[in-house]
């Protein structure tokens, strides 16, 4: 016999690699770019047009050199971004009062560089990790038969059953004691 419950579950679930372009002006004329990381990668994801959607902002840090090569600077900017994905979902459901949970599968990373007069045209790759979770109903087997019924010993009884299992732990012990004794260690 089946029983149906509901209960939260994951009812939609998948990836997706972004790589977005993005620009920075400097003040200087950039001859090099000598280095790029992100940091303080922040986002979370909602339900919108029943499409996810991701809003999310990083620090962008590049490392370059001008003047000839002979000087150097970090440009820094606070970049936004808002990426839409499709998920798939199960069963027909909706993602009508779902809740959203987006991971981090890989970190935003610049992949490539281009510097152009005082632009710094910048590759940015992270992968992102999403799933829907909502009520579903769940089939689950259901047994007719109960568990068999434990006999109940009363209070006396117990205390002669913890005597007798502390009498064989003795008893164990001996033995244990006896065959480490008995052991020679300078035998080989």
């Not at 599968?105 to 790759?125: A, G, M, R, T």
Request: hydrophobic share 35%; with cysteine.
């Amino acid at each position: 016999m089946y029983k149906e419950i509901v209960t939260k579950a994951v009812i939609g679930k998948g990836k997706k690699l972004f790589k977005n372009t993005y620009t920075l002006l400097v003040d200087n004329n950039a001859n090099t770019a000598l280095g790029c990381w992100v940091i303080n990668h922040k986002f979370k994801g909602y339900v919108q047009n029943n499409k996810v959607v991701i809003d999310g902002s990083f620090d962008i840090n590049i490392w370059y050199s001008y003047d000839n090569d002979k000087k150097t600077s970090v440009a820094t900017k606070n970049i936004h971004y808002t990426e839409t994905v499709l998920v798939n979902l199960k069963n027909g459901t909706s993602l009508d009062g779902s809740d959203i949970i987006v991971r981090v599968l890989k970190e935003p990373s610049c992949s490539n560089v281009k510097i152009k007069d005082d632009v710094i045209e910048f590759d940015i790759e992270k992968e992102l990790g999403i799933e829907v979770i909502n009520d579903t109903k769940v089939k689950i087997a259901a047994l007719e038969d109960e568990d068999a019924w434990e006999n109940l010993n009363d209070e006396e009884d117990n205390v002669s059953d913890i005597k007798e299992e502390k009498e064989d732990q003795t008893k164990e012990d001996t033995v244990m004691e006896n065959i480490d004794n008995e052991v020679k260690e300078d035998f080989i």
